[in-house]
């Protein structure tokens, strides 16, 4: 399964890189890119099966990425994370079409059953 991760932070991004290294994916299988534009450019050009998205992104925030995403390539499953989640923003972000939302800091529980829920919507 190949995994994007958009996220402008690094510290954020390598915690979710090393929880995916312990759940089994490759290093070769997960992509970052820093903004939404970018992620854009990298889901038009690649094949991808998971985006993690933060909210808080540069250059298009992460509900807008999640709408395009889902324009662009609507087989694409979808987890939106954020450091200071609301009740609006997890609502909005299921209506855009994300398939799990999860407050991050997060735990190697959390990324599980966010990919869990996310390759079970995948499939349907």
Not at 13 to 31: F, P, Q
Not at 99 to 107: A, M
Request: charged share 30%.
């Amino acid at each position: 399964m190949k995994v994007l991760i958009v996220d402008p932070d690094t510290t954020r991004l390598r915690t979710i890189r090393s929880i995916l290294a312990n759940l089994g994916y490759k290093a070769a299988d997960v992509d970052s890119e820093p903004d939404g534009e970018a992620a854009m450019n990298s889901i038009k050009r690649k094949k991808y099966d998971i985006v993690f998205t933060c909210t808080k992104l540069p250059r298009m925030d992460g509900l807008t990425l999640v709408g395009e995403i889902k324009k662009e390539k609507p087989n694409i499953a979808i987890v939106v994370y954020s450091s200071e989640p609301s009740k609006e923003e997890v609502v909005a972000s299921v209506k855009a079409g994300a398939s799990s939302y999860f407050v991050h800091p997060c735990s190697v529980s959390d990324i599980e059953d966010s990919l869990r829920r996310a390759v079970g919507k995948a499939k349907l």
